[in-house]
């Protein structure tokens, strides 16, 4: 079976190309800012034609197979800057497909259109305070007033937020509690009533923003809802699969470039008389976990193929999330661990490769949220 064409392995180099020039000489100065310029950089990604891969050509999408959403992915996984690959993700795979799935042709044409072409900045509002994990306890509340949603509540840990231009924002729209009731409502960041109450410092993915934004009687048109009021939890939880998806896409490319640059390194740096490669213990390590990666990867591409198709890919992207952020984990352990006391040191990229791949056991879904969901698919649950 042929996974890829010719014309996939041209778009591949086209997007290592790009990463080469645009973002690697600009890694060390937003990692330092603590954000990058999305809308500067998404232009450009949106006149590459990458901000919809898989999207209705109708919007500006290309219409396109998961293919290359995984090849994408992984290209923009082997960043110095991992925080900018998130970003971009939340762009093209968080904040988006619901719009696009079951968003109205007036919705899409004004939000998901500017997406593709990369004029707006998105971002995903699912997190508050008191709830995480439990997507259902959110309490941010829209109260229907004629044609208008009045929104009250706050969000927090939201990527993007300094700089989004709208939010997919998570609301309960009626009292009738828990995963019930609740709607996904397209939010201009430009409506009176929405602040960002705050910018947050993080261990890692430092040159992603994130922040915390609160809604005071914010109204914004109840046509601005995604799909059928009340529906906005079955949704969002058929978005969050191409979340989890394209975080395991990154995390194959982000880990293969991490064995790739910690190989260079063994081969160049002296020890004891000869290469640190040619200590068998050092490079049986990287063979080992290069094979793992290896059975993620083509994990993944057959997840891409049930995605083109039209499957259900909930076990998918739930294995693909769970596995890949636990190896990527163990990966970036042994990379800093063979650079020895470089690797420990400050802004190498073994350190930042530490802190940044710790977000993938917590965001978009915790481990253990992965394994509770498999446990209940899997029949390993007290009913
Ligand atoms: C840098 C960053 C960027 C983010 N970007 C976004 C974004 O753009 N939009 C957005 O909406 N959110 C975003 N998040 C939020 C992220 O998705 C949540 O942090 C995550 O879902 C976990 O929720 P929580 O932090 O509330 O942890 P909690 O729900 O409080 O859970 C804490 C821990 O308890 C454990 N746990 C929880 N429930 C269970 C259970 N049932 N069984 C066993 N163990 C359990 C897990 O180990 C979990 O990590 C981001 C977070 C970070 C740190």
Redesign the pocket.
């Known amino acids: 079976m042929t996974l890829f064409t010719e014309e996939h392995d041209l778009f591949r180099k086209t997007l290592r190309d790009f990463v080469e020039r645009e973002i690697n000489p600009h890694a060390e100065e937003w990692e330092q800012a603590g954000t990058f310029p999305a809308h500067e950089l998404f232009a450009k990604l949106g006149d590459l034609g990458v901000l919809g891969l898989t999207y209705d050509p109708a919007y500006g999408g290309g219409g396109s197979d998961y293919g290359y959403v995984a090849i994408m992915a992984e290209e923009f996984g082997r960043m110095p800057c991992l925080g900018v690959a998130m970003a971009i993700g939340?762009q093209t795979d968080m904040a988006t497909p619901s719009l696009h799935r079951f968003g109205s042709h007036e919705l899409k044409q004004k939000y998901l259109a500017p997406a593709i072409r990369g004029e707006h900045v998105a971002?995903?509002?699912?997190?508050e305070p008191d709830a995480?994990?439990?997507v259902a306890g959110i309490r941010t509340k829209g109260v229907r007033d004629g044609d208008e949603w009045v929104i009250n509540g706050s969000?927090t840990?939201?990527?993007s937020g300094t700089q989004a231009d709208w939010v997919c924002l998570l609301v309960r729209t009626s009292e009738e509690g828990g995963s019930r009731g609740i709607s996904q409502i397209i939010v201009p960041t430009d409506t009176p009533g929405f602040q960002v109450s705050g910018k947050l410092d993080?261990l890692g993915?430092r040159s992603s923003d994130?922040a915390v934004l609160t809604f005071d009687d914010m109204r914004v048109p109840v046509s601005n809802t995604i799909g059928e009021i009340g529906r906005g939890f079955q949704q969002q939880m058929s978005q969050f699969q191409d979340e989890r998806m394209i975080a395991a896409y990154q995390m194959v490319g982000a880990m293969e470039y991490a064995l790739e640059r910690t190989a260079d390194y063994l081969k160049q740096r002296i020890a004891f008389g000869q290469p640190l490669m040619a200590n068998q213990h050092l490079a049986y390590e990287l063979a080992d976990l290069a094979s793992e990666v290896d059975l993620l990867k083509y994990y993944n591409y057959h997840a891409a193929a049930a995605q083109t198709r039209g499957d259900d890919i909930t076990r998918f992207a739930t294995v693909a999330k769970l596995r890949s952020a636990r190896l990527a984990r163990r990966v970036a352990d042994v990379c800093l661990q063979f650079h020895g006391g470089v690797g420990y040191i400050g802004e190498t990229w073994t350190a930042r490769f530490f802190r940044d791949t710790r977000?993938w056991s917590?965001?978009?879904?915790?481990d253990?949220?992965m394994l509770?969901t498999l446990a209940r698919m899997g029949g390993f649950w007290a009913e």
């Open positions: 939340v971002a995903v509002g699912v997190t995480g994990s439990d969000k840990f939201i990527t993080k993915m994130t977000l917590i965001g978009g879904g915790a253990e949220i509770r």
